[in-house]
């Protein structure tokens, strides 16, 4: 996976979900304005401190963790 520079997880923002680089704005945001059919260049318009390549990080990240399989830890 390529190196993402724009998302950070601070304990201290918004509980430690990811989040885009000193902003308290969530993957979980952005993916959600994607889904409910806002486009990649509308996103700006609703969150002028987001980038258009704040976005497509989000989703880079969203898709990778996707793919991610958590195994229970043996007891």
């Given at each position: 996976?390529?190196?993402?520079t ?16 000193n ?20 996103v700006?318009?609703a ?20 793919q ?5 830890l043996?007891?």
């Open positions: 996976m390529q190196k993402l724009r998302i950070t997880m601070d304990p201290q923002v918004m509980g430690c979900k990811p989040c885009i680089s902003m308290r704005v969530t993957v979980g945001t952005l993916v959600g304005l994607m889904a409910s059919r806002k486009s990649i260049d509308e700006p318009a969150y002028p401190c987001i980038e258009r390549q704040d976005v497509l990080e989000a989703l880079t990240y969203a898709a990778w963790r996707a991610v399989k958590e195994l229970p043996a007891s």
